[in-house]
């Protein structure tokens, strides 16, 4: 298993321009989020995804957008990029339901984003 | 609303001394609360939750609802100890809730 997978690693924008960060998992996980994590403010959930074609919102949504159109796919994508959206993004997974597995969240390895 | 608390960004110990990394939680039913890590130029990943009752390398956390804490205790730090550690709260008792993240606490292991 590749187990969660994000492109690309680095990215490097101007304000005003449009990307989609991709993220996908072979673990037919349930549940997806995407993160980010900014020094001193630690993760903060942007949007997460209960299912396929599920999804709601986070604690820092503005300026995202997300839909889930497959199971193994969650794509984050910004609409019109900005220097407060330089970060780190971290898309994540885990089974739902009960169980000590579940609820585990799998990371990838991160977006490195620098809006200018 | 559901909240965590890391009061300490940064916590800086000898090897060989005990370590405490404190985690206080607010959530109106039966949270379920982790203990995530992030090794330097590695990805997040679990180290425990409360709900296994386990020791992971050396590490144990126990929760207390009446104090709404879940702090991460080793008795000996060592100097691979050193990353940053965040605690993560979920509603344990509705399948689906979104993982809740402190700010983080970085731990230098120093010899």
């Known amino acids: 298993n590749a187990g969660v997978t994000q492109t690309p690693k680095f990215q490097v924008l101007k304000t005003g321009q449009s990307m989609t960060l991709q993220c996908a998992q072979d673990?037919?996980?349930?549940?997806m989020s995407w993160y980010r994590q900014d020094p001193g403010m630690g993760l903060r959930l942007i949007h997460y995804s209960v299912g396929a074609g599920i999804t709601d919102q986070g604690e820092v949504p503005n300026g995202y957008n997300v839909s889930r159109s497959t199971t193994e796919d969650f794509p984050l994508r910004l609409l019109s990029a900005a220097p407060s959206q330089t970060s780190v993004y971290f898309c994540?997974?885990?089974?739902?339901?009960?169980?000590?597995?579940?609820?585990?969240?799998?990371f990838g390895p991160g977006t490195r984003l620098t809006v200018l | 609303a559901q909240r965590v608390t890391q009061p300490e960004k940064l916590l800086s110990v000898f090897k060989g001394a005990p370590v405490e990394l404190k985690c206080n939680y607010s959530?109106?039913?039966?949270?379920?609360l982790f203990w995530y890590v992030q090794y330097s130029r590695q990805r997040l990943q679990l180290l425990l939750r409360h709900i296994s009752r386990e020791s992971i390398k050396g590490f144990t956390a126990d929760l207390n609802k009446g104090e709404t804490s879940f702090h991460l205790k080793k008795p000996f730090a060592q100097e691979e100890d050193s990353a940053m550690y965040y605690c993560?709260?979920?509603?344990?008792?509705?399948?689906?809730?979104?993982?809740?993240f402190g700010k983080g606490t970085t731990l230098s292991v120093s010899s």
């Open positions: 994540a997974s885990s089974y739902l339901g009960g169980g000590p597995s579940t609820d585990t969240q799998y």
């Open positions: 959530y109106s039913g039966s949270p379920e």
């Open positions: 993560a709260l979920s509603g344990g008792d509705q399948a689906g809730t979104a993982l809740i």
């Open positions: 673990m037919n996980h349930e549940y």
